[in-house]
């Protein structure tokens, strides 16, 4: 008699299985507030899919209820919440699905109780300003009652306002430096203002901009653009950097003549671009010392990487090579951001 192991089952498809076994009791409960035996139940399915992932249920954007699974600010892990979120069922009138916290201006509104004292956050406020450079929007954060709370409080109190006001994601990808005072900050305004100014700001980049540029490195010039902002949230699915570089000849000072630039351009646009087939993107790259190096960015997951490396094998211009590297966080392109 032959034997065979079973395969080991797909934690995601497999709570997607569960869930409509559990959704009518947790519709329930909502109203009720008889969460307790449902709560290791759920918190067991989601530690299946990965340990350190956070979850929670909360109101509804268009729906009633909302279920949030998230990565809790950790980049390593925003792919396997993108691809819970891929596989999750249509909105419907009662239930909605987030791989983020989503913005709760009600609670802005609310008094809460923290480190003894009672904060209406009414009266908290942000000063901001933008950051050019890096498309982000510097925040400080003010509390009367800060004066009597100590320093990591004050910060936790900021953070949490950021995310009720902007959601997870949009402190992830507009959010520069944030800060917290215990005296008004010059220019303080309501959190309505700052989600305003958020607003504006994710509208200019609704369409992918790029940003050119130049720097000497060891006494020769090198060139390249970058997408903007440059932050692993923009493409939460793509957690694999493919290092595609391409030599070529005929360099003036390391950099390509115009009939070589075409020929690179062409050679991204066509072959490199028609390899990814979705599941990739290309973030950046930087040309100089007789090469171009492009910085793509791919579901590991997918064949993507290898079709990338299967493609550069075509380049005309001299023999590519391709290096490959987990890299969820973008830090191969931090330099760049």
């Keep these: 008699m032959i034997?065979?192991?079973?395969?080991?089952?797909?934690?995601?498809?497999?709570?997607w299985a569960w869930w409509p076994t559990i959704r009518p009791a947790v519709t329930d409960a909502i109203s009720t507030g008889g969460f307790e035996p449902l709560t290791p139940q759920i918190s067991k399915r989601v530690a299946a899919i990965h340990k350190d992932l956070t979850w929670e249920f909360s109101k509804g954007t268009d729906s009633r209820h909302a279920l949030v699974v998230s990565?809790?600010?950790?980049?390593?892990?925003?792919?396997v919440v993108a691809r819970w979120g891929a596989l999750a069922p249509a909105a419907d009138p009662d239930w909605e699905f987030h791989t983020a916290r989503q913005p709760d201006h009600d609670t802005l509104s609310a008094t809460i109780e923290i480190a003894g004292a009672k904060?209406?956050?009414?009266?908290?406020r942000f000063a901001f300003s933008r950051d050019e450079d890096s498309a982000a929007i510097d925040v400080v954060g003010h509390h009367?009652?800060?004066?009597k709370l100590p320093e990591p409080v004050r910060g936790q109190i900021t953070f949490l306002a950021l995310d009720w006001l902007l959601g997870e994601e949009g402190v992830e990808l507009w959010i520069g430096s944030v800060d917290f005072s215990a005296d008004e900050p010059a220019g303080a305004r309501d959190p309505l203002d700052l989600a305003?100014?958020?607003?504006?700001l994710r509208e200019e980049h609704r369409e992918p901009q790029w940003v050119v540029f130049s720097a000497e490195v060891r006494g020769r010039p090198v060139t390249g653009i970058a997408q903007r902002p440059l932050r692993s949230a923009r493409w939460p699915r793509f957690d694999t950097h493919v290092a595609v570089v391409l030599p070529f000849a005929g360099a003036v000072a390391g950099l390509p003549s115009d009939e070589v630039a075409e020929a690179l351009v062409a050679f991204e646009d066509g072959?490199?671009?028609a390899a990814l087939h979705g599941n990739g993107e290309l973030l950046a790259h930087e040309t100089g010392g007789g090469r171009r190096t492009l910085h793509f960015y791919v579901d590991g997951t997918s064949s993507a990487g290898d079709d990338l490396t299967a493609a550069a094998a075509g380049w005309p211009g001299g023999?590519?090579?391709v290096?490959?590297?987990?890299?969820p966080g973008l830090e191969a392109v931090a330099h760049l951001a």
Aim: net charge positive; aromatic share 6%.
């Design 3 to 15: 034997f065979s192991r079973g395969r080991k089952q797909d934690p995601v498809v497999e709570f």
């Design 71 to 79: 990565p809790g600010g950790n980049p390593a892990l925003r792919a």
């Design 119 to 124: 904060l209406d956050l009414a009266l908290l």
């Design 144 to 147: 009367p009652l800060f004066r």
């Design 196 to 200: 305003a100014a958020v607003d504006a």
């Design 271 to 273: 072959t490199l671009e």
């Design 319 to 321: 023999k590519a090579t």
């Design 323 to 327: 290096k490959r590297a987990h890299d």
